[in-house]
């Protein structure tokens, strides 16, 4: 079974910084789409970031645009989320996400694969 397995998450202060890591396994993804979505409390999931199968090309939702950076390491089959500028509207769950076969993942339904997520909290 595939698994996602995202690690990075705890508690900083605003204006502060994490990296978020994903590690897959059972089969690589080197030909999959992958991104990070988040859910704060009460809130339905969002799209934060997406990258392309190579890694030549990243989306970022407009709430993040400039203060997140996402990568992958297709080798490791991991990929990353720097985050940076860390807002208390930050805080969510963030999850890692996967695409089986695309070039982008943008929205939850196009999600094939999910990791169970990692907690952020960003104190203000």
């Known amino acids: 079974q595939v698994q996602l397995v995202e690690s990075g998450g705890g508690l900083v202060q605003a204006g502060g910084s994490l990296t978020l890591s994903c590690a897959a396994s059972v089969r690589t993804f080197s030909s999959d789409a992958m991104g990070w979505f988040r859910q704060a409390p009460g809130k339905e999931r969002e799209f934060v970031a997406s990258?392309?199968?190579?890694?030549?090309?990243?989306y970022y939702a407009d709430s993040v645009k400039g203060r997140f950076t996402i990568s992958r390491d297709n080798a490791k089959n991991m990929q990353y989320l720097r985050m940076n500028s860390l807002k208390p509207e930050d805080t969510a769950v963030y999850y890692c996400?996967?695409?089986?076969?695309?070039?982008?993942?943008?929205?939850?339904?196009?999600?094939?694969?999910w990791g169970k997520g990692t907690l952020v909290t960003v104190s203000s």
């Open positions: 996400a996967v695409r089986a076969g695309r070039y982008t993942v943008t929205t939850t339904a196009g999600v094939d694969y």
């Open positions: 990258i392309s199968p190579s890694g030549a090309a990243t």
